[in-house]
């Protein structure tokens, strides 16, 4: 999903197109907004640019892009972050294990500012839970009842199972894990090194809002 991020979308693009696979991969961009910048940038015969107007909200952009991908699997990126090598084929290969959400836990992501300076660096479990603690599942009630697990950018899902609920503001998807879990889905949460998320400080809405709506979403789920 893009909102007119012009000056990094190109990084998007090709951290997600020139990666090795075993199978064929596509990008699906959907733009709101009527930056001219953004279709300059997207010439690809492999990437499908859908623009949509900025009275639709985010989510009603990501089930456009998947209905746009018509693809068995789905993974997100939002149009300032990017993909690290590997990142497709392994998300791929975790969910024909089985599992029906796969996405890298949010503590172990790497972080950069907007100048492209790593401020956070990639954590492996080991360096978050310790050395000698046993591996501990963090797809369970407790930990998804208390946290945010992870990023939209590192999110691979079943095609069947992206399915985003364009009536939440806020921690969308927050939401959408909490239903899934709550539907019994599987859900897989990897310290790999999947994405690089930008951070450029401002805020993404209004902060009492947020805090809101994730106890909204608490309630209903857990």
Request: charged letters at 30%.
């Amino acid at each position: 999903t893009c909102v007119d991020e012009a000056e990094y979308l190109q990084r998007a693009i090709d951290s997600s197109l020139d990666q090795d696979t075993s199978f064929q991969h596509r990008v699906v961009v959907v733009q709101q907004g009527d930056n001219n910048q953004v279709g300059n940038i997207i010439h690809r015969n492999d990437v499908i640019h859908k623009q949509i107007s900025m009275d639709n909200n985010v989510n009603r952009s990501r089930n456009l892009g998947r209905e746009l991908a018509d693809a068995e699997y789905v993974l997100y990126l939002d149009a300032d972050d990017y993909s690290m090598p590997g990142r497709v084929q392994r998300s791929v290969e975790l969910l024909e294990k089985g599992y029906d959400l796969v996405a890298q836990y949010r503590k172990s992501i790497r972080k950069e500012n907007a100048d492209g300076e790593i401020i956070s660096q990639h954590k492996s479990r080991e360096e978050l839970t310790g050395q000698n603690r046993p591996k501990i599942d963090f797809a369970e009630a407790s930990r998804l009842k208390k946290e945010h697990m992870t990023s939209t950018s590192s999110l691979a899902m079943r095609r069947e199972s992206a399915v985003w609920n364009e009536n939440v503001e806020y921690a969308q998807d927050y939401e959408l894990m909490a239903r899934l879990f709550s539907q019994d889905k599987d859900l897989k949460f990897v310290f790999e090194d999947l994405v690089t998320r930008t951070v450029r400080g401002e805020s993404y809405g209004d902060r009492k809002e947020q805090k809101s709506s994730f106890r909204t979403i608490k309630q209903k789920y857990f």
